[in-house]
């Protein structure tokens, strides 16, 4: 099938399996030449393993520090005729590729938040690694289906306390204009922690100490976000930033309950980067844009795959994480540097439809968001059949058994 993009608001709903493994071989490659890294994990549990901050993680580790991974994601597979989703096809090629390099990696597709995917990842992890040293919590999700209630959760992007209103981009037309969010009503926070704060984090992190398969000195990530005060009414003061001081709650707990095991439990705060996530956030897109434009020129800017490199390669692996005063690590510290951040609120007081492309970096946005999707890879052939049915590997082997 010959497949192009189609892109409907801040979603494109093709992926083109070739681009998308372009991606990875991209990703991966940026970790391989930077080297091995020593004393880092060796068998790694991802949960949102397949697109964003997750899939780097897990090409970080693997690729980096030669670990064998175990991701989690929620996929579309695709049909002869039909697309699967972006997070599928990468999780195919990533599999690939970890395989031909020797690496044992297995993925699982369906419900993180259900018990039934709790119960599937344990039994793989003490048949297949006995146990794991490091869990990265990376879901992003709109909903959550609580295990034991059965209560569907949705979260929500909403200012607290009165409405908000500021410039915003729209990431296809390029025209900036203005938009207002109404604050958060009835329980609109609660929901909102329910599905993006600590809750599930902790379960799995509970599950895995139940069953012993965290190993000694075993750590566990999850990741968050600050930015710079112009987004703060819809980020760090909405509802999505209360479900995020719900994760670093949780994060002081899990710490302690890691530490007979002489392991640790870290919030990592990320850059601001194009991500399926990110893309649906009001306001943030023109930032990112903004932020593009006066990073890359300082040789600064980094995508998932060099952030993630970064936090494992130079914080977590040697055993610097430089922790802020609340005990975060701080990848995000090359965008919130004073110069980058003056440069771009004074772009962002000027920024216009007229002058997005001379002030923000919006052709570099957009090619960012194709990336996701597999598309304006180079060396990828778009006008050729590309086999839009691509099996995730470990998948199909697993299924093995119940085709006999
Ligand atoms: P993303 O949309 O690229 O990835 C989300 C992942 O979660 C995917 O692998 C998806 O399959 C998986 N997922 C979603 N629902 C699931 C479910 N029910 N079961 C199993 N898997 C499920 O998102 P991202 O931007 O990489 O975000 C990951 C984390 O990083 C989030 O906590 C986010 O807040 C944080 N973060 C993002 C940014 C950013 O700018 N994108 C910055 C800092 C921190």
């Given at each position: 099938m010959i497949v192009a993009p189609k892109i409907r608001g801040f979603i494109c709903t093709t992926a083109h399996p070739d681009g998308c493994a372009k991606h990875v071989a991209e990703q991966i490659a940026v970790v391989t030449q930077r080297g091995p890294m020593t004393n880092g994990p060796k068998k790694v549990l991802v949960?949102?393993?397949?697109?964003g901050y997750g899939l780097s993680s897990r090409i970080a580790t693997a690729f980096g520090c030669g670990a064998a991974t175990m991701g989690i994601f929620f996929e579309k597979p695709g049909e002869a005729d039909r697309c699967g989703t972006a997070g599928w096809y990468n999780t195919a090629a990533f599999e690939k590729q970890a395989h031909a390099a020797g690496l044992y990696a297995r993925s699982f597709n369906g419900d993180a938040f259900s018990q039934e995917m709790k119960d599937q990842v344990i039994a793989a992890i003490k048949e297949?690694?006995?146990?794991?040293?490091c869990v990265v919590y990376s879901l992003a999700s709109p909903r959550r289906t609580h295990p034991q209630t059965g209560e569907v959760f949705k979260s929500v992007l909403k200012p607290i306390g009165q409405s908000f209103t500021n410039k915003n981009l729209?990431?296809?037309?390029g025209v900036v204009d203005d938009v207002t969010l109404p604050a958060a009503e009835a329980d609109d926070i609660a929901q909102t922690i329910a599905v993006m704060g600590g809750e599930d984090w902790q379960m799995w992190i509970d599950a895995l100490l139940q069953e012993g398969l965290l190993a000694e000195g075993a750590t566990t990530l999850a990741y968050s976000y600050i930015g710079p005060e112009v987004t703060w009414p819809i980020y760090k003061n909405g509802t999505i930033g209360k479900a995020k001081e719900d994760l670093e709650r949780c994060q002081r707990e899990l710490d302690e309950k890691l530490s007979p095991l002489g392991g640790k439990a870290w919030v990592s705060v990320n850059k601001a980067l194009v991500t399926q996530a990110s893309?649906?956030?009001?306001?943030v897109p023109l930032y990112i844009s903004l932020l593009y434009r006066v990073m890359k020129p300082l040789g600064t800017h980094e995508d998932t795959i060099e952030q993630m490199d970064r936090l494992f390669r130079e914080r977590l692996c040697p055993g610097?994480?430089?922790?802020d005063e609340a005990g975060r690590i701080r990848v995000d510290d090359w965008e919130m540097a004073a110069d980058v951040q003056a440069a771009v609120a004074s772009a962002w007081e000027k920024v216009e439809t007229a002058n997005l492309r001379e002030l923000g970096d919006f052709d570099g946005y957009q090619s960012s968001f194709l990336r996701l999707f597999?598309?304006?890879?180079?060396?990828?052939?778009?006008?050729a059949d590309t086999d839009?049915?691509?099996?995730v590997p470990s998948l199909a082997w697993f299924c093995q058994p119940c085709l006999v």
């Open positions: 949960i949102g393993s397949s697109t297949d690694l006995g146990q794991v040293d729209n990431t296809t037309t893309s649906a956030i009001p306001v610097t994480p430089q922790p597999g598309f304006g890879l180079e060396g990828v052939d778009y006008s839009t049915a691509t099996a």
